[in-house]
């Protein structure tokens, strides 16, 4: 089993300990780039395994233990991971794949990073788990969290999306709504430093991303993609992108496999963002992505913040990524088509990379044959309401009246029945 030997910076690769995983890299906060940290190990990752005998079992992430900070003996787990790989070439965007990660147990990506983040904690000795979310991090936290037996904390924002907060409620999280976002990583920053709470997200600004444990476990997206496609990678990964755990984390798996000769290539990552500020800071050449302001309120809240992260940058720039930036209009239409033509329906924060494929497409920065796999973060079912006033109301029936039923498939519906 490999053992992590130290969090290192993604910017500087100073070394810190194990238990420094509730900071971020005071060097280079202090020159102004404020990075994250990711875990480093005393060995190559895998080196004893084949990979065409890897272990069938279990289930879960958890076969690809040895990638992982600790053993699959002492994993808090739900069984998240080993989620699907469809075709959808059926959405006219040329060659693409939908990784489904609605498909995990809280219905989110984010059981992967609860899942690695907990688990660790568990391990430290942690005995309070803290969040600052808005959404699917909060959920997964509360879920990991109970399955470990741990108390947990999640500060919200009020006017959170309401299934999120209440599977966070369910899992018997600890849960307050606070009226100004910024409160959220001030009460966690006190939690923290009071009491030691340990955090699984985010909560001092300039953002930095999330506890670099549970960012382990978004290798295993990489992982799981790889060998989905026989070895043979995509030429592009396009993903929703917030605080870039997701796409460092999937980065770093990668990387791991084109170490060992499994793969010969990393994939270009692409962010689909709704802020702008990857795409300024790519544009630009700056070390830190931009505050940058939307002129509408967004309708993908998972993914709202105004500033990116320096990790998000670096995976962007070490793949010759690309970064878009996604408007609402764009979410309601590839939330309807991806819905419709593939049957896999996204929270809309999930549909942002269908649109930025198009446009890349467009563009000819993903040329017109390259394979390209989406992550598919959440479902839809995490934020309905959204959904309904897109579609507005179905139509009624005062009774049984068959004949009125035929009229209105045509009326509203636009389907002839007797055609
Ligand atoms: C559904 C969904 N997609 C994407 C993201 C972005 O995640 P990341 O911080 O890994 O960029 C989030 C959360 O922040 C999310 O909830
Ligand atoms: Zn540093």
């Known amino acids: 089993m490999p053992r992590p030997a130290a969090l290192a910076c993604i910017s500087c690769g100073a070394d810190y300990p194990l238990t420094h995983y509730a900071d971020d890299c005071p060097a280079c906060r202090g020159a ?26 279990p289930n879960s992430l958890w076969r690809f233990a040895d990638f992982l ?13 080993a989620t699907p790989l469809h075709d959808v070439a059926a959405l006219g965007l040329g060659p693409v794949w939908v990784k489904d990660e609605s498909r995990n147990p809280t219905w989110s990506f984010k059981d ?45 924002t009020r006017g959170a999306v309401g299934p999120m907060v209440t599977q966070m409620r ?25 009491f030691g709470w340990y955090p699984t997200t985010t909560y001092f600004g300039p953002a930095v991303g999330s506890n670099p444990y549970g960012i382990e476990g978004y290798k295993t997206i990489a992982y799981e993609i790889a060998e989905q496609c026989g070895w043979a990678v995509p030429d592009w990964c396009v ?20 170490a060992l000769g499994w793969i010969d290539r990393v994939p270009r990552l692409a962010a689909a963002e709704v802020s702008g500020s990857l ?8 070390a830190m992505p931009p505050v940058s302001k939307r002129n509408e309120p967004t309708i993908a809240g998972s993914i709202g913040a105004d500033q990116g992260t320096v990790q998000g940058l670096d995976a962007l720039r070490r793949t010759d990524g690309a970064a878009v930036t ?24 999930s549909v942002a990379p269908f649109a930025a494929i198009a446009r890349l497409r467009a563009a000819g920065t993903i040329a017109a ?15 309905p309401a959204t959904t309904d006033r897109t579609l507005g109301a179905a139509p009624g029936l005062a009774d049984g009246d068959f004949d009125a039923a035929c009229r209105a498939l045509k009326t509203h519906y636009g389907f002839d029945p007797h055609a």
């Open 32 to 57: 102004g780039v404020p990075s994250n940290l990711t875990v480093r190990y005393a060995e190559t990752l895998g080196a004893a395994l084949r990979r065409d005998a890897l272990p069938a079992g």
């Open 239 to 258: 993903l929703p992108v917030c605080y870039g755990d997701a796409l460092y984390g999937m980065w770093k798996g990668f990387e791991e496999l084109r």
């Open 170 to 194: 369910a899992y018997g999280a600890m849960v307050f709504e606070c009226a100004d976002r910024a409160d959220r990583w001030t009460l966690v920053s006190a939690g923290v430093k009071r």
């Open 69 to 81: 900070p600790l053993p699959a003996s002492d994993a808090i787990t739900l069984g998240e991971g």
């Open 279 to 286: 795409a300024a800071a790519l544009a630009t050449g700056a």
């Open 112 to 156: 992967r990073l609860a899942c690695l983040a907990v688990s660790m904690a568990r391990a430290l000795g942690a005995t309070v788990i803290a969040s600052s979310s808005s959404g699917n991090a909060g959920a997964a936290t509360a879920a990991y969290a109970a399955r470990a037996g741990l108390p947990c904390v999640v500060f919200t």
């Open 369 to 383: 044959g390259a394979r390209v796999v989406v992550l598919l973060t959440a479902g839809g079912l995490k934020d």
């Open 326 to 349: 996604i408007d609402n209009a764009e979410m309601e239409h590839w939330q309807a088509r991806l819905a419709r033509a593939t049957g896999l329906y996204a929270e809309p924060a």
